[in-house]
């Protein structure tokens, strides 16, 4: 199984920049997908972006496209993911996320992921 920890949420203004940490411990095979959602206030968890835990492919929904990096260390067993230019609406609390097959593209619901991660907040100020 694989146990996933997520940090680096906090309070910044608009235009600044976080770096979400996840680590990820337990089994991650060859086809496991790495992912990170938000869920905002009174909304549904969104799709943000994806990687596979092995290959160089990256997906990311359009909102965050050009402004957030997902990236992964495998020596540190670490997801990340580079949050720049925030903006209000970025505002959720956001999850690590795996599943062990599939493609990037046909998995960005969250329905088909199994492994999940506690959640940090990340809020931006207008």
């Known amino acids: 199984q694989v146990q996933l920890v997520e940090s680096g949420g906090g309070l910044v203004q608009a235009g600044g920049s976080l770096r979400l940490s996840c680590a990820v411990s337990?089994?991650?095979?060859?086809?496991?997908?790495m992912a990170w959602f938000r869920q905002g206030p009174g909304k549904e968890r969104e799709f943000v972006a994806s990687?596979?835990?092995?290959?160089?492919?990256?997906y990311y929904t359009d909102s965050v496209k050009g402004r957030f990096t997902i990236s992964r260390d495998n020596a540190k067993n670490t997801l990340y993911l580079q949050m720049n230019t925030l903006k209000p609406e970025d505002t959720a609390v956001y999850y690590c996320?795996?599943?062990?097959?599939?493609?990037?593209?046909?998995?960005?619901?969250?329905?088909?992921?199994?492994?999940w991660g506690q959640g940090t907040q990340v809020t931006v100020s207008s």
């Open positions: 996320a795996a599943t062990p097959s599939g493609t990037l593209a046909t998995r960005t619901a969250h329905t088909h992921y199994d492994y």
């Open positions: 337990g089994r991650t095979y060859t086809t496991y997908i």
């Open positions: 990687i596979r835990w092995f290959g160089g492919n990256r």
